[in-house]
């Protein structure tokens, strides 16, 4: 989408999909010379604490490559998990919705 | 010569007696603690007769062996008893006296069977005293037990009446928090405001905290825990209604809560969120 990246999990995230989708995403933003990467979790209802820092990680190598990261449509539960794991994502922009989320990468590039 | 608890006159004497006992019995309770205001007549005695039936045929079976499974009905019936009666209202040593005061009618009963015979009568006695003892600790047991489960209900009810979550404009909620927050509440107060969030697509989420008493370490871990989550599904947290002694303890208690926005009061909360969403009130001035 434009200068954007999309970004949408549908199924259930396990460690070596979690890594799969670090490498494409790293290659894909360097290619297209995206400037923002918005990750979609709204179908993810389980998440451990590698999945958590994954997504931690995958928005510390966009900004390294220059792009923004928003990750979107959290679960309450998904986020009461990863608040009980000690992990607050601090560097990660999060917004409600997709909408929400691409007025959040227009606003931030 | 009966050395034996098992082979009690109980029965007999219950079997015999039935009418003069229940008789007796009702007048001790009458002149003990009687609580005419709480239950009736006529159901005080159905309840007594009942009771007196299942002791007898108990007894006839397992004598005073409270522990075997032929007192079972009677155990029942004692846990009805007391169950209803720690719901009327009733003091635990009122209900206990349901059994209690059985005892004197029964002794002067088996006085009279035993007269003459001091060691049959010393051995019959204990066992009576024994059993009606132990049917006593039952029911106070039982009677504790209905109202600690009461109180379990009463607090479960409070979590739930505790936390309502408000809409206060189309994208922004309120939770105001009353009383003091533990782990079990706090768990309960994250899940709705979240499950708030969702549903009412909110950006921004106000918690109201003038009704928390006192905030300590502990509170305010469990605050800031419920920001971060809201956070992480991008929504803003404000916390509000910080009240001055608050604050002092929370600087005092070293309590970082810079990367939260926190406002005095719940209109000056409401109003940073209006203005995070973009919204704008104009005073109308009257046109002269």
Known sequence: MGNYLLVTIQVDMHDRLAMALQEDLTQMISDTEARGVLIDISSLEIVDSFIGRMLGNIAAMSRVLDAETVVVGMQPAVAITLVELGLSLAGVRTALNVDAGMDLLKAAV | ?288
């Open chain 2, 1 to 288: 010569m009966s050395t034996i608890p098992q082979s009690l006159a109980i029965p007999g004497i219950l079997a015999r007696d039935e009418q003069i006992i229940l008789a007796d019995w009702l007048k001790e309770m009458t002149t003990a603690t009687r609580r005419g205001d709480l239950i009736k007549d006529n159901e005080l005695r159905a309840q007594c007769g009942q009771f007196l039936k299942l002791v007898r045929l108990a007894t006839q079976t397992a004598g005073s062996n409270f522990k075997a499974s032929v007192w079972d009905p009677v155990r029942e019936m004692l846990a009805d008893v007391s169950r209803s009666r720690a719901l009327q209202g009733f003091s635990p040593t009122e209900t206990a006296t349901f059994v209690f005061s059985l005892k004197r009618p029964l002794f002067i009963r088996i006085q009279e069977e035993y007269k003459g015979q001091p060691d049959a009568m010393a051995t019959e006695l204990w066992a009576a005293t024994e059993l009606l003892d132990e049917m006593g600790l039952y029911t106070t047991e039982v009677y504790q037990k209905s109202r600690e489960e009461v109180i379990r209900r009463q607090q479960e009810e409070l979590l739930e009446l505790s936390t309502p979550v408000v809409k206060l404009w189309d994208g922004v909620v309120a939770l105001p928090l009353i009383g003091t927050l533990d782990s079990a509440r706090t768990q309960v107060v994250m899940e709705s405001l979240l499950q708030a969030i969702v549903q009412t697509n909110s950006r921004v989420a106000i918690i109201d905290i003038t009704g928390v008493p006192t905030v300590d370490t502990v509170v305010a871990q469990h605050l800031l825990k419920t920001v971060t989550a809201a956070r992480l599904m991008g929504a803003d947290c404000i916390i509000s209604g910080v009240r001055p002694q608050i604050a002092q303890t929370i600087v005092h208690l070293g309590i970082n809560l810079l990367e939260v926005t926190t406002k005095a009061t719940l209109a000056a909360a409401f109003s940073v969120a209006l203005q995070r969403l973009g919204v704008q009130f104009v005073k109308e001035t009257p046109k002269s």
